[in-house]
């Protein structure tokens, strides 16, 4: 019998809140990129860094995350751009 092939998320999963969720349609919507990017393959402890695009222009995080921690860190600037352009906005 062939041995079952599991898929795993070498990011780890994590699950947004609903303000996080909003946070990352609104930058989405408004040009506003995020995503991660790999910096170490090692099996054991895969690091990334995050990618902020925002008009076509990309600047990488001088630091690294770990899986969960990214995802966190992910919709934190998320959070970030959205609370700066909603109150620029008046909004």
């Given at each position: ?16 809140t609903k ?52 995802w966190k ?9 959205y609370d ?8």
């Amino acid at each position: 019998m062939a041995k079952k092939f599991e898929k795993s998320n070498p990011m780890g999963n994590y699950i947004p809140t609903k303000k996080e969720y909003e946070a990352f349609s609104w930058c989405i919507n408004n040009g506003v990129k995020i995503y991660p990017s790999a910096y170490s393959s090692d099996s054991n402890n895969k690091l990334w860094y995050l990618n902020i695009e925002i008009n076509k222009q990309v600047r990488k995080s001088p630091k690294t995350y770990g899986s969960i921690e990214i995802w966190k860190k992910l919709y934190e600037l998320y959070k970030f751009y959205y609370d700066k352009n909603r109150i620029q906005d008046g909004k």
